[in-house]
């Protein structure tokens, strides 16, 4: 059974622009609309077209050049298509990132992810969890969970948000490298200070997304829970009949 989900905002306006770079609209070497430009055009938030035009920029489909703006480098010689959630919620910067840092503590590790850290389940954790806002809206909300032991020495366990992402702050501090990571979605009915996050009437599940970051060797270094409102996605489910 496969699920397709609805992408954000910001990944939907980057497919457009991508879209235009490739049927010619914006050529390689001309520069693409102003952000004020894309916000009017899009009816869409500062903070979403600037998250769409550097995902497009990380692509290699567009580069800054200091004094003349974003230029169109055109179709990368790879481009890679496929779900970037995952990844999304492991390079997160969450000084620039549209959303707020909401917590961060030691809590005892959740049943579905004590399994996937090796963990027992009265064993403690650390958590941060960060809401994602897109337009004023809540869109997702993320808990990330690290090791207590992996973390000490770092400042994952700070109050205050990251300068770049958990998993470049890790491999800086620890000398971890990610390698891989695996992905599971399933649907749940939200605990209730994850339904009052969220904004979510009684009764509305949450598609979770559980990513599981681990090194080379399996061990895992991270496990993000990305909760998204099932009442704002869009499922699609292909199947064979024989």
Request: proline share 7%; net charge negative; glycine share 8%.
């Amino acid at each position: 059974m496969a699920y397709e989900v609805e992408p954000p905002k910001y990944v939907r306006l980057a497919q457009t622009l991508q879209r235009r770079i490739e049927d010619g609209t914006y050529a390689p070497g001309t520069r693409v609309p102003s952000e004020n430009q894309l916000v009017q055009a899009f009816g869409m938030s500062r903070p979403t077209v600037v998250r769409a035009l550097d995902l497009l920029k990380r692509d290699g489909w567009l580069e800054s050049r200091q004094g003349y703006g974003t230029i169109v480098r055109g179709r990368p010689e790879v481009v890679e298509r496929k779900d970037r959630r995952g990844r999304e919620a492991l390079e997160r910067d969450e000084s620039q990132g549209a959303g707020r840092l909401i917590e961060v503590g030691h809590v005892p590790v959740p049943a579905r992810v004590a399994s996937v850290l090796g963990l027992p389940k009265r064993a403690e954790v650390l958590m941060r969890r960060f809401l994602v806002e897109e337009d004023g809206e809540a869109a997702e909300l993320i808990s990330s969970y690290f090791p207590v032991g992996l973390v000490e020495g770092t400042e994952l366990g700070s109050g205050e948000p990251l300068s770049g992402s958990p998993r470049e702050h890790l491999e800086a501090r620890k000398k971890v490298r990610f390698d891989h990571v695996t992905e599971r979605v399933s649907a749940r009915l939200p605990e209730a200070r994850e339904a009052e996050l969220l904004d979510l009437p009684d009764g509305v599940p949450v598609l979770s997304v559980l990513v599981v970051a681990c090194d080379a060797s399996g061990r895992a270094l991270q496990v993000a829970d990305v909760l998204l409102p099932a009442d704002r996605q869009e499922l699609e489910d292909t199947y064979r009949l024989n």
